[in-house]
């Protein structure tokens, strides 16, 4: 299911996997993208997230920026987001900024994001309530 010309999503079951299809050289693609992936999970707002990377050759700062947007978007509406998919150069600038271990939670795969989101949900299902 395609959302925006700037990035797909895909459902799998709850989950929704998103992918960004944008050029980070491009200011007012750059814009477009921010406001229309912000505007997606406003509207949407989507319990289960999974951002898949793998078409992302580079990163940036402005595109670091603009998911940290979108996480604390996600968690605003108590959903929770996993990153994957990062080649060796992308996954290099996460754990450079610390956002690796800070931030971000990040698997390789997208199936590996869906089953640790999954056995997150569960885990947060099991917890006792206290009184």
Not at 36 to 58: C, G, I, N, T, W
Not at 66 to 72: A, D, M, P, S, T
Not at 85 to 114: C, S, W, Y
Request: charged residues 25%; aromatic residues 6%; positive net charge.
């Amino acid at each position: 299911m395609s959302i925006s010309r700037l990035f797909s999503v895909e459902h799998r079951g709850d989950v929704a996997v998103l992918t960004p299809n944008v050029r980070q050289t491009d200011l007012r693609e750059i814009n477009d993208f921010q406001n229309e992936l912000l505007d997606f999970v406003e509207h949407y707002k989507p319990a289960k997230l999974v951002v898949d990377l793998s078409v992302a050759a580079r990163t940036s700062s402005w595109f670091l920026g603009v998911l940290l947007r979108l996480e604390r978007r996600v968690s605003a509406h108590q959903g929770v987001m996993r990153l994957c998919g990062m080649n060796p150069v992308v996954r290099e600038v996460f754990h450079i900024t610390a956002l690796d271990r800070k931030k971000f939670q990040i698997v390789g795969t997208v199936d590996e994001a869906i089953a640790d989101i999954e056995r997150a949900g569960t885990i947060r299902l099991q917890q006792p309530r206290t009184a």
